[in-house]
């Protein structure tokens, strides 16, 4: 990890933007929150990634958040090009002031760069392989840049480091870990799989019932999340033999059914005003 963080800090002094990449689902739990030190005073375009799988209702609420906390932050699915046109133009303004200080300095204009810095799982890759598109050429023998890292030029005349910095979350509480896990940022060895699927079913019977018993067909929501494990359990024929409810099994169904957004479009999280 100390090695992922110094890759972070030693390309930075090679971009104009870092682009922090977090969950929308849980847009506090998934940001390092060592991340405003790291970068110093460094232009930041905040993307919050796996929008389509958030509610857009509290979606709007972060980036309202976000922007009266005076960050830039964009909503994206990096998995859907069309969510991201607005980035390369975003990037390029929050670029502008570092590159006329370069011209003014040097007399050689030159493009924008940027890399992109995230926790594990956030969708990196899937940004990159996206802005990028199918035509992968390196960039190389620009100003400014001697060393052996592989920059991308894309389309929009700018250029992107093709390599994430890997940022670890920080998991302060019990809570933290069990969002992080849940929307599959951690693995899923760090806590079982029934107590992250409980945890879960709290959070969903708090904030979306509706969604809840309208996916697993409930009249009503028991008032226990275990009975609640149970129902589902039954529901989705995870049965042991006997007939006994496959806790695991029921648990690892109900995960996969919220992570794939077949629930509905959830967030974990409210920005705390
Ligand atoms: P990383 O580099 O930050 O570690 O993340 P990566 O791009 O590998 O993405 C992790 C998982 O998240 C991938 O799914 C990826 O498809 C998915 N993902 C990334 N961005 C989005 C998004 O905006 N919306 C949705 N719904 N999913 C997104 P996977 O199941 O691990 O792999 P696969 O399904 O792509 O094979």
Redesign the pocket.
């Known amino acids: 990890m100390v090695k992922a963080r110094r890759m972070v800090s030693e390309h930075l002094q090679l971009v104009d933007v870092v682009v922090e990449?977090i969950d929308a689902r849980i847009p506090a739990a998934s940001r390092n929150p060592e991340i405003g030190k790291l970068i110093g005073g460094k232009p930041r375009l905040i993307l919050l990634?796996?929008?389509?799988?958030a509610d857009p209702v509290v979606t709007r609420q972060w980036l309202d958040f976000f922007q009266e906390s005076g960050d830039t932050a964009l909503a994206?699915?990096?998995?859907?090009s069309g969510s991201l046109k607005a980035v390369p133009l975003t990037v390029s303004s929050l670029a502008k002031p570092a590159l006329e200080k370069w011209q003014a300095k040097r007399r050689l204009p030159r493009a924008p760069r940027l890399m992109i810095v995230?926790i594990?799982?956030?969708?990196?890759?899937?940004?990159i392989n996206r802005l990028v598109g199918k035509k992968r050429l390196t960039v190389a023998d620009r100003p400014g840049v001697t060393r052996k890292e592989q920059w991308v030029r894309l389309r929009e005349d700018l250029d992107l480091l093709d390599m994430?910095g890997i940022l670890m979350p920080r998991i302060g509480d019990e809570e933290v870990g069990l969002k992080l896990a849940a929307t599959g940022a951690i693995s899923d060895a760090v806590f079982s799989i029934e107590a992250v699927t409980l945890y879960l079913l709290g959070r969903l019977s708090n904030l979306y019932p509706g969604l809840l018993c309208k996916r697993f067909q409930l009249n009503n929501l028991p008032d226990d999340v275990t009975n609640l494990l149970q129902e589902i359990g039954i529901r989705r024929g995870a049965l042991l033999a006997g007939g006994k409810v496959d806790t695991l099994r029921a648990a690892q169904q109900c995960l996969d059914e919220f992570r794939d957004?077949r629930i509905g479009r959830i967030s974990l999280e409210l920005p705390n005003r």
């Open positions: 990449l990634n796996k929008a389509d799988l994206v699915a990096a998995s859907d995230g594990p799982n956030v969708g990196k890759s899937t940004l994430p957004g």
